[in-house]
């Protein structure tokens, strides 16, 4: 047995052909590929599911109730695994009280160093946490905002406790949980109105502390208490978990606004009175990164020392993968998916793990060519540790970092799935692989002329903006071109979403936003539901044999009735994980044999529903040339989709997938302004070209104006005109660093991507 390699034998997973292969340990592996072909199937779906169900199944399985669950992979076998950290691009944590601080775990060491060296002593380290009733702002909860309660929004004054629908919150209502403690507790009468209760009642009922009742009725808990109706709702609702989790519900009825009394800081006046050389640590959590490192490494007090060096590496962790801009106070709910992944990779740096499997999702996503380089280095310090690190990506700078590339393909769906190369970078090259040809023909430095018809444009008409200051924008004014394919480029977070969320401000009803949020996915979703031609499809069944649409439906009569037309069928399993089978009924079509009887003629022959929804995108434009579905259809075909099939889960899709098709559901609009927030990304080099066309039948062909948020630079070229925010990120951006043509940029001294085009 090799022990210094990963051996896969015959993964099969969604469209993985019976792959194997060995991945060398302790060195840096990218996986690449055209989209679909099977990368995150391989990475994610095999190795990653594999390494993280082994390891939850050391756990006893009442620990493993509260574990993630990790579908059984269809692989043969995996040996020499080790544990598999994922780093990919979902944020950690979404709560309001997870902040950059709080992940990194600086912001407990910072908590140790002032409890150790502030002046005056006001606690030990838990007191300075917004999080610990010690140190939480008592108006907000350690929020640091407020969330006012409109008690007239929650409560019908006009109504009693007996009548529906009283209190309009979740178990409020007559007969729910909470409605309960208020009905039985014998101290209202359940039969008149709220607004016609005495002042004491009222009093009572909206704003008593909790109190034990003398004496109960027989209905009551034993170890209950009473509390009114908003001290309730502060306390179990709005300041806590739950208020998020049902945001859509509660929102409506709150005023939201920064704190009065913390200032937004969460911290209460005591804490916020302690201070390390004229700083308290809000005010610390506050800076910078880059600012809080220089401040920490100033401090000479003997107490602070041993944490300086701790507290320091963190920092220079962020720093040095480009995040030096954030500040420790931003909320993680806040940061883009880019920067989630470049925190966690931060955390990892400074760990004492050794012999760990790393799997990173497309770091590069969102990096501009100057941050990739940074990316590169922490990449290379976790393998550096002894760590074996696997990458899935299509950057150029990043497959040419490997030291072991896996190229898979050739094609995307079940055109691919298989090996196509393996070995070095030079080798790759060498390769008759689309991603050797793509990474062979370096991108010309020749740019595609399209300046003098923006120009043009230009003297037509534009969009004005004047004196943007959304976030970091420094007071930027700009005439935006119409009517051409604009990028907005600039290294991350020097202000491009906030130039453009500033232009959508002011122009919103004519603007249609394509942005990164992947669709929803579930097991009955879709490209035929998602694209609106399922519906079409049933018609033409119905219509030939007058029955209704809903015959035909796997999410209605035409289901299969034993698995319900899901395909599968799901056994419970208790504790472990829910084990999934193909329904032997339909043999997985999802439909019950009444629907499957009825056949569609259509030019290459007699199909059935199943058939007919198991047909390929490509295929289904062909078979109904000149209908309606063929024209729904063809925008998929436009961004490269026409590989995948009608009936296929969207569940199964990858995350560039996703992203074009929902692409695909928001084009053919002429005359639109679209804005489109990095559509390269998780694409190949080859796909990346096929975006870039469309974009440009968008602008000559619908007449439409496309702005891009973008790094490639391959999009740069291809540009009428670009804006280039600026020069860094954070405080040191939000200003425009040039405005022209892509010839114009390549000469800009202050521009940072003009190097790289």
């Not at 009114?228 to 739950?242: D, T």
């Amino acid at each position: 047995m090799r022990n210094d390699r990963i051996i896969i034998r015959g993964a099969t997973e969604n469209n993985l052909q019976n792959v194997s292969l060995e991945i060398p340990k302790h060195q840096i592996t990218v996986v690449t590929g055209v989209s679909g072909s099977g990368k995150s199937s391989l990475v994610m779906d095999t190795i990653a599911a594999k390494s993280r169900r082994e390891l939850n199944d050391t756990f006893p399985t009442f620990v493993q109730q509260y574990l993630p669950k990790y579908g059984r992979p269809h692989v043969e076998a995996i040996e020499n695994l080790p544990i598999a950290i994922v780093i990919d691009q979902r944020k950690p944590g979404t709560n309001s009280r997870s902040t950059v601080g709080t992940y990194t775990d600086i912001y407990a060491l910072l908590r140790l160093l002032f409890s150790r060296v502030g002046q005056p002593f006001v606690g030990y380290a838990e007191s300075f946490s917004f999080n610990h009733p010690d140190g939480s702002c008592p108006r907000c909860s350690g929020l640091g905002e407020i969330r006012e309660l409109d008690i007239h929004k929650l409560v019908d004054f006009d109504k009693s406790l007996n009548d529906e629908d009283t209190i309009h919150y979740i178990a409020f209502g007559k007969g729910g949980w909470r409605w309960i403690r208020y009905a039985r507790s014998g101290l209202f009468d359940l039969d008149k109105k709220i607004r016609d209760y005495s002042p004491e009642e009222l009093e009572l009922f909206l704003h008593s502390p909790q109190i034990r009742l003398k004496n109960p009725p027989a209905g009551w808990p034993k170890s209950a208490k009473y509390e009114g109706l908003i001290p309730r709702m502060y306390r179990s609702i709005i300041n806590s978990e739950e208020g998020l989790l049902h945001s859509a519900v509660l929102n409506p009825m709150l005023r939201m606004g920064t704190c009065p009394d913390c200032h937004g800081t969460r911290l209460n006046e005591k804490i916020r009175s302690c201070r390390i050389d004229g700083l308290n640590i809000a005010e610390a959590c506050a800076l910078s990164i880059t600012k809080l490192n220089e401040w920490v490494r100033s401090l000479t007090q003997p107490l602070a020392q041993d944490l300086k060096q701790a507290i320091t590496a963190r920092l220079t962790a962020l720093e040095e993968i480009g995040l030096g801009y954030l500040s420790l106070d931003r909320a993680v709910g806040t940061l883009s998916g880019g920067e989630a992944q470049r925190c966690k990779i931060a955390k990892y740096i400074n760990s004492s793990l050794s012999d760990v499997l790393y799997i990173l999702d497309e770091p590069s996503t969102g990096l501009h060519n100057h941050d990739i380089e940074l990316m590169k280095h922490s990449v290379r310090r976790l393998r550096d540790a002894g760590n074996t690190v696997l990458l899935v990506e299509h950057h150029r700078e990043m497959i040419r970092m490997a030291d072991h590339i896996v190229d898979m393909g050739p094609g995307p769906g079940s055109d691919g799935g298989r090996i196509i190369f393996q070995g070095s970078y030079d080798a790759l090259l060498k390769s008759g692989t689309d991603t050797g040809k793509c990474l062979r023909t370096e991108s010309s430095s020749k740019f595609e002329v399209h300046s003098s018809r923006a120009s043009q444009e230009l003297r037509q008409g534009c969009i004005p903006l004047r004196h943007a200051t959304l976030h970091n924008l420094q007071d930027v004014s700009i005439d935006l071109p119409i009517h051409c394919l604009c990028v907005i480029c600039g290294v991350a977070g020097s202000g491009k979403s906030s130039l453009m969320e500033s232009m959508r401000a002011e122009h919103g009803q004519s603007v249609v936003y394509i942005g990164q949020k992947d669709i929803g996915v579930s097991l009955r979703s879709t490209p035929a539901t998602y694209m609106d031609v399922a519906g079409d499809i049933r018609k033409l069944f119905a219509r030939k044999y007058k029955k209704k649409e809903t015959d035909f439906a796997f999410n209605g009569k035409g289901a299969c009735p034993v698995c319900g037309g899901k395909g599968v069928v799901v056994a419970e399993m208790a504790f472990m994980d829910n084990i999934e089978t193909q329904c032997e009924a339909c043999h997985g079509l999802r439909y019950s044999p009444e629907a499957l009887q009825y056949t569609l003629d259509l030019p290459q022959g007699s199909y059935s529903i199943a058939q007919v929804m198991d047909f390929s995108v490509r295929r289904a434009v062909e078979q109904f040339a000149g209908t309606p579905i063929s024209e729904k259809l063809q925008p998929m075909m436009d961004v490269g989709l026409g590989y995948l099939h009608l009936n296929q889960a969207l569940s199964t899709l990858s995350g560039g997938e996703l992203r074009r098709l929902k692409m695909a559901s928001m084009l053919g609009e002429e005359g639109k302004i679209f804005v489109i927030d990095e559509p390269t990304d998780g694409l190949h080099p080859k796909d990346t070209g096929r975006i870039v066309q469309l974009f440009r039948r968008m602008v000559c062909e619908g007449g439409n104006t496309v702005f891009v948020i973008e790094h490639n630079t391959d999009v740069i070229r291809a540009a009428d005109y670009v804006v280039e925010l600026g020069p860094g990120a954070g405080e040191q951006g939000g200003r425009i660093v040039f405005q022209g043509t892509p010839e114009a940029l390549a000469h800009c001294r202050e521009s940072l991507t003009a190097r790289y085009l």
